[in-house]
């Protein structure tokens, strides 16, 4: 009994994952794989939990290179969120898909509760 023990602790020992590179240092996939975080990481330095690539209008989940994140005008909510220096989507930075990327930008000088509505009453 204690050699079966022993064995399967051993094995769960085997299977510990490799440790993870320093986000500087995490390349951008080139292999038409799902770039989602590694793209992300390397094109901003971003190391919290990544939101999905879901369109904030149509809620369609899409690829990152079939749409973008859009930045908008910081609320006082969203400066203290940036203060706090929480891990994570920050609040301020929507997805949008191609259909949606163009109307979202042209907006983006707005905060993200209005271009929200205003894209939601043009749909």
Same mark, same amino acid.
């Given at each position: 009994?204690?050699? /079966?023990?022993?064995?399967?602790?051993?094995?769960?020992?085997?299977? &510990? &994952? =490799?440790?993870?590179?320093?986000?500087?240092?995490?390349?951008?996939?080139?292999?038409?794989?799902?770039?989602?975080c590694l *793209? /992300?990481?390397?094109?901003?330095?971003?190391?919290?939990?990544?939101?999905?690539?879901?369109? &904030?209008?149509?809620?369609?989940?899409?690829?990152?290179?079939?749409?973008? /994140?859009?930045?908008? *005008?910081?609320?006082?909510?969203?400066? =203290? @969120?940036?203060?706090?220096?929480?891990?994570?989507?920050?609040? @301020?930075?929507? @997805?949008?898909?191609?259909?949606?990327?163009? *109307?979202?930008? =042209?907006?983006?000088?707005?905060?993200?509760? =209005? *271009?929200?509505?205003?894209?939601?009453?043009?749909?």
């Amino acid at each position: 009994m204690t050699s /079966l023990t022993r064995r399967r602790s051993v094995d769960a020992g085997d299977r &510990q &994952q =490799a440790p993870r590179a320093p986000a500087d240092d995490v390349p951008t996939r080139t292999d038409g794989g799902r770039p989602g975080c590694l *793209a /992300l990481r390397a094109a901003g330095g971003h190391r919290g939990p990544v939101k999905p690539p879901i369109c &904030q209008v149509c809620h369609v989940r899409f690829r990152p290179d079939e749409g973008g /994140l859009v930045e908008f *005008a910081m609320r006082p909510s969203d400066r =203290a @969120w940036q203060a706090r220096r929480v891990k994570g989507h920050p609040p @301020w930075k929507a @997805w949008y898909c191609r259909d949606h990327l163009e *109307a979202a930008r =042209a907006r983006s000088h707005l905060t993200i509760d =209005a *271009a929200t509505s205003q894209l939601d009453d043009a749909r």
